[in-house]
């Protein structure tokens, strides 16, 4: 039994230490919206929000890969770009950097200890990305994704900071509601879930 507890601690532990290590990821959807109407989409107006970080403020690779990230995978989900003025969903992205500390002291609390037991201060910058698809009719956010996690050593490295654009995009569109689409066959048509 006491191997059982031990094994527990080890593993939260580790938990505890990856937190700031592991991308969360989350949405929230509109009640009632029928998403088989959005067809389109473009960007909205930019808002006078800054990032809060000048490393991104003035990164033109951020902005564009993020754009390029979320249209790529909207049209994997039907939706084209449409000309100016007549988009029939319009998408926002606010993007901020936070500085986080972590205080691991579970192991100590456990009686399992490294070193000399104290516990460890985790600092950390944690980026944060949210993605508003709003109807461009009633100007309601019908769909919000949001992405958080650690961006230390991402910020100036773009090799890394287009591979947790994608990862965070990807993820936030897994989320994205799969819109009832019209299947059309010989003498009928029908609503299916789409794919």
Not at 2 to 18: D, F, I
Request: hydrophobic share 35%.
């Amino acid at each position: 039994m006491r191997r059982l507890g031990e094994l527990a601690t080890l593993t939260l532990s580790a938990l505890a230490l990856a937190g700031c290590a592991t991308m969360n990821v989350s949405s929230h959807v509109e009640r009632g919206v029928n998403f088989a109407q959005y067809r389109s989409f473009d960007w909205g107006p930019a808002d006078a929000l800054p990032t809060g970080d000048p490393r991104l403020d003035r990164n033109p690779f951020f902005k564009d890969h993020l754009e390029g990230a979320v249209e790529k995978q909207l049209a994997t989900r039907g939706l084209e770009r449409a000309r100016a003025g007549t988009a029939d969903v319009l998408i926002h992205y606010h993007a901020n950097i936070t500085q986080r500390f972590e205080v691991n002291g579970v192991d100590r609390d456990r009686g399992y200890c490294y070193d000399d037991c104290q516990p460890r201060l985790i600092e950390y910058e944690e980026g944060t990305i949210v993605l508003d698809l709003v109807d461009a009719h009633t100007n309601r956010v019908i769909w919000r994704g949001w992405a958080q996690e650690s961006v230390d050593k991402v910020i100036d490295n773009q090799d890394r900071m287009e591979r947790q654009i994608n990862q965070a995009v990807t993820k936030m569109m897994d989320r994205f509601p799969k819109p009832l689409v019209r299947v059309t066959r010989p003498g009928e048509g029908k609503l299916q879930a789409g794919s």
